[in-house]
């Protein structure tokens, strides 16, 4: 078979779904890696913003470090859904080591654009909770390298927490604006992890399509409150750091546009797989779909956490 068409398989449920090959993957890959680098520089031109030192580096590292935190929550809650079973190969461990390097990946990158050595960037306010998160990710490995993988939660709490802080260093009501990404943060990891570990199951499972249809139908029920979770979050935030008059003329703006976008058609592909799980039908590849375009919505959230805050550009 030709690397650049598509073949056939059969999905839990019976239904057959076209399935990308290589050439597709490496396509999407290669966009992804694209959109991460050069996502922070194209938004930002014609607005006037200042030019942010190792854009794409830093927007690849930090999107590498919410991957890493989703796969490894969303398996958490991906197994507690599937119950028993035959269950994937765990990701987890890999995952919290590479999330442990990006995150130390962003402490060398700081201290070259800072001009300051390795200890010096410890000091400083986000160094050192960047510190903070590479050392809960290999706490997070600990707990999975030990057999206690029920205990690496606590960990990814503090990676959790220490993001959002390093977020919010803003005079103005930083407390309210940690809290929500705390909030967002753990609802988008869950929903777009869980996702990902329970297509993974139900491909595991596919000879017996009623259990892997079981298990995306458990998903299905707690993704709607992740959704109403995120929708509410994401809501408050915009209105607080981001002014009206600068929704089209800032980067931060474009970026969470294109964001939102992609957030109401991964919500449609949701509600979509769960209307057709209440009624019977294989939801399978609407399930596939929406898992890529959260992988999207995640790229997207990391170059929004490297363009400039909006607010400079509002009072100028």
């Not at 028993?84 to 999330?99: E, H, I, Q, T, Y």
Request: glycine share 8%; net charge positive; with cysteine.
């Amino acid at each position: 078979m030709r690397a650049d068409r598509t073949h056939r398989v059969d999905p839990p449920g019976g239904r057959r779904a076209r399935v990308p090959t290589r050439a597709t993957a490496v396509g999407g890959a290669v966009l992804a890696l694209l959109v991460v680098l050069y996502g922070a520089g194209l938004a930002s031109r014609g607005t006037g913003e200042l030019r942010i030192p190792a854009a794409g580096t830093t927007s690849l590292l930090r999107a590498a470090v919410f991957a890493a935190l989703a796969l490894h929550l969303g398996e958490l809650a991906g197994a507690a859904l599937a119950r028993v079973g035959p269950l994937p190969r765990s990701l987890a461990l890999p995952a919290a080591l590479a999330g442990a390097a990006a995150s130390a990946g962003q402490i060398v990158v700081l201290a070259v654009v800072s001009d300051l050595d390795i200890a010096a960037t410890y000091g400083t306010r986000e160094g050192g909770l960047l510190l903070v998160m590479a050392n809960c990710f290999l706490l997070a490995a600990g707990c999975v390298g030990i057999g206690r993988p029920r205990w690496a939660p606590v960990a990814l709490a503090g990676v959790i927490l220490a993001e959002a802080l390093r977020a919010h260093p803003e005079p103005y009501t930083p407390e309210l604006g940690t809290a929500l990404t705390v909030v967002h943060l753990t609802a988008a990891s869950l929903w777009a992890g869980g996702l990902c570990h329970v297509l993974r199951t139900m491909w595991l499972r596919r000879a017996a399509p009623a259990d892997a249809r079981a298990v995306l139908t458990r998903y299905a029920r707690g993704a709607v409150w992740l959704l109403v979770v995120l929708a509410a979050t994401g809501t408050l935030s915009t209105l607080r750091r981001l002014p009206a008059d600068v929704v089209l003329t800032s980067a931060y703006g474009r970026v969470l546009i294109a964001k939102v976008v992609l957030v109401a058609m991964a919500s449609a592909l949701a509600l979509a797989a769960r209307r057709r799980l209440l009624r019977g039908r294989d939801a399978h590849l609407a399930a596939r779909v929406e898992l890529a375009v959260l992988a999207a919505v995640v790229l997207l959230s990391a170059v929004l956490t490297v363009v400039p805050d909006p607010h400079w550009l509002s009072t100028r």
